[in-house]
Protein backbone atom coordinates (compact mmCIF):
# COMPACT_ATOMS: atom_id res chain seq x y z
CA UNK A 1 0.00 0.00 0.00
CA UNK A 2 3.13 2.72 0.81
CA UNK A 3 4.36 1.88 -2.29
CA UNK A 4 0.79 2.35 -4.01
CA UNK A 5 0.29 5.76 -2.70
CA UNK A 6 4.30 6.87 -3.58
CA UNK A 7 3.62 5.78 -7.10
CA UNK A 8 -0.17 7.54 -7.01
CA UNK A 9 1.97 10.59 -5.38
CA UNK A 10 4.77 10.55 -7.81
CA UNK A 11 2.52 10.43 -11.11
CA UNK A 12 -0.12 12.92 -9.95
CA UNK A 13 3.34 15.76 -9.47
CA UNK A 14 4.20 14.43 -12.87
CA UNK A 15 0.95 15.20 -14.15
CA UNK A 16 0.94 18.76 -12.73
CA UNK A 17 4.65 18.88 -14.10
CA UNK A 18 3.86 18.20 -17.42
CA UNK A 19 0.46 20.57 -17.64
CA UNK A 20 2.81 23.12 -17.04
CA UNK A 21 5.50 22.31 -19.97
CA UNK A 22 2.23 21.52 -22.28
CA UNK A 23 1.37 23.35 -25.53
CA UNK A 24 -2.04 22.00 -25.03
CA UNK A 25 -4.36 20.25 -22.87
CA UNK A 26 -7.48 18.56 -24.17
CA UNK A 27 -10.22 16.52 -22.38
CA UNK A 28 -12.70 14.12 -24.02
CA UNK A 29 -15.63 11.44 -23.29
CA UNK A 30 -15.20 8.11 -25.11
CA UNK A 31 -17.11 4.91 -24.65
CA UNK A 32 -17.35 1.48 -26.37
CA UNK A 33 -16.91 -2.35 -25.66
CA UNK A 34 -14.55 -4.38 -23.78
CA UNK A 35 -13.70 -8.42 -24.87
CA UNK A 36 -12.05 -9.85 -21.93
CA UNK A 37 -11.29 -13.49 -20.15
CA UNK A 38 -9.12 -14.82 -17.27
CA UNK A 39 -5.59 -16.41 -18.23
CA UNK A 40 -4.81 -19.34 -16.06
CA UNK A 41 -3.62 -22.61 -17.68
CA UNK A 42 -6.38 -24.96 -15.55
CA UNK A 43 -9.20 -22.97 -17.58
CA UNK A 44 -7.34 -22.26 -20.45
CA UNK A 45 -9.50 -24.75 -22.95
CA UNK A 46 -12.61 -23.55 -21.40
CA UNK A 47 -12.49 -19.80 -20.53
CA UNK A 48 -13.97 -17.88 -23.26
CA UNK A 49 -14.28 -14.08 -23.88
CA UNK A 50 -16.78 -11.84 -21.92
CA UNK A 51 -18.41 -8.54 -23.84
CA UNK A 52 -18.74 -5.71 -21.67
CA UNK A 53 -18.83 -1.77 -21.08
CA UNK A 54 -15.94 0.99 -21.26
CA UNK A 55 -16.42 4.67 -20.42
CA UNK A 56 -13.35 6.57 -20.32
CA UNK A 57 -12.49 10.26 -19.78
CA UNK A 58 -8.79 11.11 -21.40
CA UNK A 59 -6.78 14.27 -20.86
CA UNK A 60 -4.53 14.26 -23.91
CA UNK A 61 -1.39 17.17 -22.59
CA UNK A 62 0.20 18.06 -26.02
CA UNK A 63 3.99 18.11 -25.69
CA UNK A 64 4.55 19.49 -29.39
CA UNK A 65 2.56 17.98 -32.64
CA UNK A 66 3.62 14.39 -32.53
CA UNK A 67 4.02 13.40 -28.95
CA UNK A 68 1.86 13.74 -25.84
CA UNK A 69 1.11 12.23 -22.47
CA UNK A 70 -2.33 10.67 -22.20
CA UNK A 71 -3.61 10.22 -18.05
CA UNK A 72 -7.23 8.61 -18.89
CA UNK A 73 -10.63 8.03 -16.18
CA UNK A 74 -12.27 4.52 -17.13
CA UNK A 75 -14.90 2.53 -15.67
CA UNK A 76 -14.05 -0.78 -17.53
CA UNK A 77 -15.75 -4.05 -17.06
CA UNK A 78 -13.32 -7.02 -17.06
CA UNK A 79 -14.86 -10.87 -17.04
CA UNK A 80 -14.62 -14.40 -18.70
CA UNK A 81 -17.13 -16.70 -19.98
CA UNK A 82 -17.97 -20.42 -19.65
CA UNK A 83 -20.79 -22.74 -21.64
CA UNK A 84 -21.94 -26.54 -20.57
CA UNK A 85 -24.85 -28.07 -21.03
CA UNK A 86 -27.74 -28.63 -18.14
CA UNK A 87 -30.54 -30.80 -18.66
CA UNK A 88 -29.59 -30.88 -22.52
CA UNK A 89 -30.12 -27.00 -22.67
CA UNK A 90 -27.14 -24.64 -23.26
CA UNK A 91 -25.69 -22.79 -20.13
CA UNK A 92 -23.44 -19.73 -20.03
CA UNK A 93 -22.13 -18.08 -16.88
CA UNK A 94 -20.59 -15.29 -17.57
CA UNK A 95 -18.48 -13.55 -14.50
CA UNK A 96 -18.08 -10.06 -14.72
CA UNK A 97 -15.83 -7.31 -12.32
CA UNK A 98 -16.19 -3.83 -12.53
CA UNK A 99 -12.89 -1.74 -12.37
CA UNK A 100 -11.97 2.26 -12.09
CA UNK A 101 -8.55 2.36 -13.87
CA UNK A 102 -6.25 5.12 -14.07
CA UNK A 103 -4.01 4.63 -17.53
CA UNK A 104 -1.04 6.43 -18.36
CA UNK A 105 -0.14 6.60 -22.03
CA UNK A 106 3.09 8.00 -24.21
CA UNK A 107 0.88 9.09 -27.57
CA UNK A 108 2.01 9.54 -30.86
CA UNK A 109 0.41 11.28 -33.44
CA UNK A 110 1.11 11.80 -37.55
CA UNK A 111 -0.92 12.89 -40.29
CA UNK A 112 -1.64 15.60 -42.72
CA UNK A 113 -4.30 18.11 -42.56
CA UNK A 114 -7.82 16.99 -40.33
CA UNK A 115 -7.17 13.35 -40.17
CA UNK A 116 -4.31 11.78 -37.78
CA UNK A 117 -3.33 8.10 -36.77
CA UNK A 118 -2.35 7.47 -33.50
CA UNK A 119 0.07 5.06 -31.69
CA UNK A 120 0.16 4.56 -27.63
CA UNK A 121 1.77 2.57 -24.64
CA UNK A 122 1.26 2.49 -21.21
CA UNK A 123 0.48 0.98 -18.13
CA UNK A 124 -2.94 1.54 -15.56
CA UNK A 125 -3.56 0.76 -11.76
CA UNK A 126 -6.97 -0.33 -11.57
CA UNK A 127 -9.46 -1.21 -8.59
CA UNK A 128 -11.93 -3.84 -8.42
CA UNK A 129 -15.08 -2.12 -7.62
CA UNK A 130 -18.11 -5.24 -7.41
CA UNK A 131 -18.47 -8.23 -8.75
CA UNK A 132 -20.79 -11.09 -10.21
CA UNK A 133 -22.08 -13.51 -12.54
CA UNK A 134 -24.85 -13.82 -14.77
CA UNK A 135 -26.11 -17.39 -15.58
CA UNK A 136 -28.23 -18.15 -18.65
CA UNK A 137 -29.93 -21.41 -19.64
CA UNK A 138 -32.24 -21.20 -22.61
CA UNK A 139 -35.08 -18.27 -21.94
CA UNK A 140 -33.83 -17.59 -18.05
CA UNK A 141 -31.47 -15.56 -16.89
CA UNK A 142 -30.40 -15.03 -13.26
CA UNK A 143 -27.55 -12.51 -12.12
CA UNK A 144 -25.83 -12.55 -8.09
CA UNK A 145 -23.46 -10.39 -6.68
CA UNK A 146 -20.05 -11.86 -5.81
CA UNK A 147 -18.48 -10.75 -2.91
CA UNK A 148 -14.73 -10.32 -2.47
CA UNK A 149 -12.97 -12.90 -0.01
CA UNK A 150 -10.82 -10.84 2.25
CA UNK A 151 -10.00 -13.16 4.73
CA UNK A 152 -7.89 -16.17 5.09
CA UNK A 153 -4.82 -17.23 3.44
CA UNK A 154 -5.77 -16.69 -0.19
CA UNK A 155 -7.75 -13.13 -0.93
CA UNK A 156 -9.16 -11.64 -3.46
CA UNK A 157 -6.82 -8.53 -4.92
CA UNK A 158 -8.89 -5.39 -5.55
CA UNK A 159 -6.03 -3.62 -6.80
CA UNK A 160 -4.41 -4.81 -10.33
CA UNK A 161 -1.41 -3.46 -12.73
CA UNK A 162 -2.10 -3.69 -16.42
CA UNK A 163 0.47 -2.81 -19.07
CA UNK A 164 -1.64 -1.54 -22.52
CA UNK A 165 -1.00 -0.65 -26.02
CA UNK A 166 -3.36 0.50 -29.23
CA UNK A 167 -3.52 2.28 -32.01
CA UNK A 168 -6.48 4.91 -33.26
CA UNK A 169 -7.30 7.93 -35.31
CA UNK A 170 -8.54 11.25 -34.61
CA UNK A 171 -10.30 13.92 -37.14
CA UNK A 172 -11.12 17.01 -36.79
CA UNK A 173 -14.81 17.75 -36.35
CA UNK A 174 -16.22 21.46 -34.73
CA UNK A 175 -13.65 22.63 -32.11
CA UNK A 176 -12.90 19.33 -31.64
CA UNK A 177 -11.71 15.78 -32.81
CA UNK A 178 -13.93 12.19 -32.93
CA UNK A 179 -11.88 9.47 -31.83
CA UNK A 180 -11.40 5.81 -32.44
CA UNK A 181 -9.23 4.00 -30.60
CA UNK A 182 -8.24 0.47 -30.60
CA UNK A 183 -6.22 -0.99 -27.35
CA UNK A 184 -5.02 -4.54 -25.86
CA UNK A 185 -4.47 -4.79 -22.27
CA UNK A 186 -2.38 -7.80 -20.26
CA UNK A 187 -2.93 -7.66 -16.87
CA UNK A 188 0.86 -8.41 -14.48
CA UNK A 189 -0.89 -8.86 -11.42
CA UNK A 190 -2.04 -12.12 -9.73
CA UNK A 191 -6.33 -11.61 -9.29
CA UNK A 192 -5.48 -13.62 -5.76
CA UNK A 193 -3.26 -12.12 -2.68
CA UNK A 194 -1.85 -13.90 0.33
CA UNK A 195 -0.70 -14.19 3.60
CA UNK A 196 2.55 -14.98 3.85
CA UNK A 197 4.35 -17.67 1.18
CA UNK A 198 2.51 -18.06 -1.96
CA UNK A 199 1.09 -21.88 -2.03
CA UNK A 200 3.10 -24.51 -4.38
CA UNK A 201 1.61 -24.98 -7.51
CA UNK A 202 -0.10 -21.41 -7.80
CA UNK A 203 -1.63 -21.23 -10.90
CA UNK A 204 -2.03 -17.11 -11.71
CA UNK A 205 -4.97 -15.48 -13.34
CA UNK A 206 -4.62 -12.69 -15.16
CA UNK A 207 -6.92 -10.50 -17.13
CA UNK A 208 -6.31 -9.93 -21.11
CA UNK A 209 -8.54 -8.42 -23.82
CA UNK A 210 -8.73 -5.49 -25.51
CA UNK A 211 -11.51 -2.42 -25.64
CA UNK A 212 -12.65 -0.31 -28.91
CA UNK A 213 -14.20 2.70 -28.20
CA UNK A 214 -15.39 6.41 -30.16
CA UNK A 215 -15.76 9.44 -28.73
CA UNK A 216 -14.99 12.85 -28.47
CA UNK A 217 -12.33 15.30 -27.01
CA UNK A 218 -12.50 19.26 -26.79
CA UNK A 219 -8.78 21.45 -26.74
CA UNK A 220 -9.10 23.23 -22.93
CA UNK A 221 -6.58 26.09 -24.52
Known sequence: MKLLKTTLLTTLSFFLFSSLMAQNVSIGLRT???????????????????????????VE????????????????????????QVEGEKR????????????????MSYGPGKLRANAFLGTSANYAINRYVVQKIGDDRDR?????????????????????GGVGLSMKAGPGNIVLDARYSIGVTDDSEFEGERPKNWKTSTNRGCTLSLGYTIPLK
Do not use: C, M
Not at 62 to 84: C, I, M, R, S, W
Open 32 to 58: GATYFKVRNSLIEEEAEYSLGLNVAIP
Open 61 to 84: IKFNEYLALQPELHFTQKGVLFED
Open 92 to 107: TLDFKTNFIEIPVLFK
Open 144 to 164: ENIDFVNEGNVQDARWEFSAL
